[in-house]
């Protein structure tokens, strides 16, 4: 991915000391098997229910609290 040849100071170029890894495979059948796998698609997918759970929560407190306030500003102020 990344060159072989760095630009160093003044113009001059150094190759590196090392290479670049061949790129992975991006779905490897043995991985299906795993059980860590399986753990972490439920721990996203409990991880994306609880954001959505406390999103939609948080909306709804919101419209709670300003329809609390409008009714509070119509009675004449805070009680």
Do not use: N
């Amino acid at each position: 991915m990344g060159k072989d040849v760095e630009v160093a100071e003044h113009g001059h170029f150094s190759a590196k000391d090392y290479h670049d890894p061949p790129p992975a495979p991006l779905i490897d059948a043995v991985e299906l098997t795993k059980w860590s796998f399986y753990r972490a698609l439920i721990a996203e997918f409990i991880t994306t229910l609880l954001f959505l759970y406390i999103t939609v929560l948080t909306v709804i407190g919101d419209a709670f609290c300003l329809r609390r306030l409008e009714r509070i500003a119509e009675q004449g102020g805070v009680r």
